[in-house]
Structure formats: structure tokens, C-alpha cells
């Protein structure tokens, strides 16, 4: 191989002076590239203590996959020099061309990166890549590891804190949002006390003192651990958990009085479920009819959807005062409806309220989340289930996280 070529090499790999390419072999029936890579700088500095030391030795040889070379495996193959240091010892020095523990240059990771980006599916990414699931997966890690090193967290403003289920649906995540910058901060296991703690403490006690409010369903452990954590915050109950209590309430209105109906012989609301679900603007025309007719026959359901609509127009409301006193004509005529399921959620409500007015003043909510849950939806489907928590949290924070992924290969 001429001095050319070698340089050539060099060159393409990014390396310094320190690294000489000494061949490229080509092997055509094997479809492979090999370069071998030797280390010819003077004095090494110690991989811990970062002080100058001499060269020890070689740890034994080492191949790293590379980007292929029109279309043919391409493979680095080294020894790295291992440094000796007064005070730690004896130590491998790290390659420039790959992180750590990797069994693949960093070119090739930005590039496996960039493809499970691209298909946002691993197993399609993996088919592309010609590796297999858990390797990709190890790829994945490594580069959420590599951009929450690199994340610096200044300011956030609002946060929201919710759950999510995985694996076979028994087991839950919490999970932690970034409402402003639209991102997932962090995922813990389970939805208790202990999970929320967690969540804070991956954040600093000065950015949890920034925190204007945080958006959550009405879930006590979730609001005591919020109130500890970070004092001067407002907790905000997220107006689309009280939708869905008030819808659930709504169904369950229908299902009681249906079963009354029936044993009267009488089957005006069987197979209604569905029509009692729409907000009013989101009737299909074709159900208009049908439902205006419901509605004009005095049904406890139908008095339950319209407690449940009227709702919505608490969250309108121009500031504090206003809402307070629409809530209190609200409340008032849900607990004289003795509708049970209705009269509950609202005095859940009102046990929450001052949550529930925060919205008021900070506008925020968690649907930001629920379309991170779409997306986190689509990931666990993609996977058919996570058994493993740490699967699951690499793969959100990897597509929800908004990291830095891509390595930094300028430096060597
Ligand atoms: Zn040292």
C-alpha cells in the first residue's frame, strides 16, 4: 500500500498526526475493507488523571465497524497505546475514532443514527443497517447518553408530569415534559410517590425555583411530591383529564339509566354509547338528528352530557374571579342534579380547585404529553412491548428527548 493511499485514509478517518493508517486491504471475495490503524505519537496523556505519561505498552488489537466503502464492510483495526501514570496506574487510552465501549467508529453511529431517525422504526433501521435489534439498540443508548451529557438545562418554565403504561399494560411510567421546548426530560418507573421524587431530582435545585407552574392530572402523589420539590410552583390540573372524568361520569350516567330503561321495556338509549361521547361540534350530521331527538326527551343522560359541555366554557374564562363564579353556578347545578357519577367529579373538582383555576393564569396543559403519548404509542407497538424499563426510557428520550444524538466528530 503506497505512503498515498495510507494518507489518503488518514485523512477520510479525520485522524491527527498521533495515528498512521500503515495498510488498506481489499478483499474482494469477502466483500471487506480492512484498515489497520497504528498509534505514532510521542507521550500520552492518562485517560483519568489527564496528566503527561509514557507509553506503557499496547492493549491487544481491537476492530471497530466503519462506514463501508462503496458498498463493502469496512472494518478499523488497532491496538491502542496504554499509558503509565504514577498515580493511576496503567490505562488503555481511548480511540478518536469511536466512543468507549463500541464496537463501531462514531462515523458509523452518526450514520446508524441518522438512518433509526429517518425510518423511526428500529427493526426497519436494523434490515437497512444489516445489524440486528440489540445492537442498534446499543447505538441508541449510547447516543441518548452521549446528548443528556451534552443537555444543559437553564430555564423551564412549565412542566408536565404524567403517566404512561408499557409492556403488557400493567406496568407504568412516569413521565416528565418540558411544555415550552415541546421535549420528554425524563422517564422513572411506576406512577408512585417515589417515581415523581425521582423525576425531580434529575433537575437542579436552582431550575426547579424557575418553574412557573406544572401541569398534571388531580393524582396526589404526583401533586405532594410536586409541593415538595419545588415550593413556589402552581400546580395546574390538566383540563383534559377533567374532560375525560366528566366524560367517563357522562357513560356512566347512560349505562344506569339504560339498564333502568331496559327493564321498562323501554330501549331509547341502547346503542347510544357512542353519540354521548361527541362535544356537540364534533357530531356526525348524520347523528344530528337522532341526538337532537335524545336530547329533547328528558333524559338524566342527556342532562349529564350538557353539565359535561358546559363545562368547556369554564376554561374560556378571562381571569380568576370570572371562573370562580362560573364554577360556583356550575357546581351548584351538578349536585342538585343528583346525577351520582356527575356530582362526584364535581366535588373532585372543587376539592381541586384552586388547580383547577391555575389554568386559568398559566394556560397550560398536558396535551403536549398526550401527543407524546401517541408517539410513545407508536414506539411500543413498533417493539410489540417492553419488558424492560430501560429499553423503554432509551427509546423516548431517543425520539422524544431532542438531545444532541449525533456525536461530535470534528475534534479528532
Ligand atoms: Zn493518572
Redesign the pocket.
Known sequence: MNELTTEHYRALLGLDANWKVTSVEFLPKQKVVDIHIRFCGSGLK?P??K?DCTQADLAPQRSWRHLDTMQVTTTIHASLPRSK?E??GVLTIAAPWADKHSRFTLLFECMAIEVVQAYSNVSAAAALLGLNWKTVHSIMDRAVQRGLKLRELEQINHVGIDENSFGKGQDYVSIMVDIDNKRVLEVQPGRTRESVDNLWKTLSETLRSSIKAVAMDMWQPFMESTRVACPNEKVVHDKFHVSKYLGEAVDQVRRQENKQLLEAGDDTLKGTRQLWLYALENLPEDKSTEFLFLQKEDLKTGRAWSMKENFRHFWECCDIEEAKVYFQSWYTWTTRSQLAPIVKVAAMLKRHLEGVLAYITHRITNAMSEGFNSRIQSIKSAARGFRNFENYRTRILFFCGRLELIPNVSSH
Open positions: 492518562c483519568q488523571c496528566c501514570c498515580a493511576c
